[in-house]
T-cell receptor, first 113, second 114 residues
Framework: SAVISQKPSRDICQRGTSLTIQCQVD?????MFWYRQQPGQSLTLIAT?????????ESGFVIDKFPISRPNLTFSTLTVSNMSPEDSSIYLC??????????FGPGTRLTVL | AQKITQTQPGMFVQEKEAVTLDCTYD???????LFWYKQPSSGEMIFLIY??????QNATEGRYSLNFQKARKSANLVISASQLGDSAMYFC???????????FGAGTRLFVKA
């Protein structure tokens, strides 16, 4: 199994500012994923982060708004830039050790005022 | 295109009874995996059970079992002997084998009554 931690667990931010969310995995993994869960909604994949290459973004998500870093095989960051109230969500990082196991971090609950 | 459908926005079950949460899916992939996750109010996503598309037997994990009917493209979650702590949001998800990209259904909120 994989243990995934995220920082911060929650934050309240002002409109127009940026927040960087950190994700740490207790083992080396090839791919890490970032998801967004808007209030009352399901999870939507933002991007896939591979070590040593640029992240791959899903339709509707752009690098300028959600820059991602992946400096090594156990760590990744997601930045939510120039925030607006519509960015209020739970942000979750995830990794898949094999085809039948996908683990999630505890999530970062973001509120933008 | 891949799609997961959960048609039950909310379900009620009496404590100690069994409950079935419905999930249907659509995919053109021949090989894929189906997952169920539990999300309590804390927001964390807890992995419950996995079923591979070529698995001949239905998956079971403790009180959780997955009723997999491939021809009907359904992967219903059965929770036996419901407990108050089972009250949560439940998501069905699918990933192409080797593809590592998972899509999620809209979720079903389960309420367990004492």
């Amino acid at each position: 199994s994989a243990v995934i931690s995220q920082k911060p667990s929650r934050d309240i931010c002002q409109r127009g500012t940026s927040l960087t969310i950190q994700c740490q995995v207790d083992s080396q993994v090839t791919m890490m994923f970032w998801y967004r869960q808007q209030p009352g909604q399901s999870l939507t994949l933002i991007a896939t982060a591979n070590q040593g290459s640029e992240a791959t973004y899903e339709s509707g998500f752009v690098i300028d708004k959600f820059p991602i870093s992946r400096p090594n095989l156990t760590f990744s960051t997601l930045t939510v830039s120039n925030m607006s109230p519509e960015d209020s969500s739970i942000y979750l990082c995830s990794t898949q050790l094999s085809t039948d196991t996908q683990y999630f971090g505890p999530g970062t609950r973001l509120t933008v005022l | 295109a891949q799609k997961i459908t959960q048609t039950q926005p909310g379900m009620f079950v009496q404590e100690k009874e069994a409950v079935t949460l419905d999930c249907t899916y659509d995919t053109s992939d021949q090989s894929y995996g189906l997952f169920w996750y539990k999300q309590p109010s804390s927001g964390e996503m807890i992995f419950l059970i996995y079923q591979g598309s070529y698995d001949e037997q239905n998956a079971t994990e403790g009180r959780y079992s997955l009723n997999f009917q491939k021809a009907r493209k359904s992967a219903n979650l059965v929770i036996s002997a419901s407990q108050l702590g089972d009250s949560a949001m439940y998501f069905c998800a699918m990933s192409p084998t080797g593809g590592f990209k998972t899509i999620f259904g809209a979720g079903t909120r389960l309420f367990v009554k004492a």
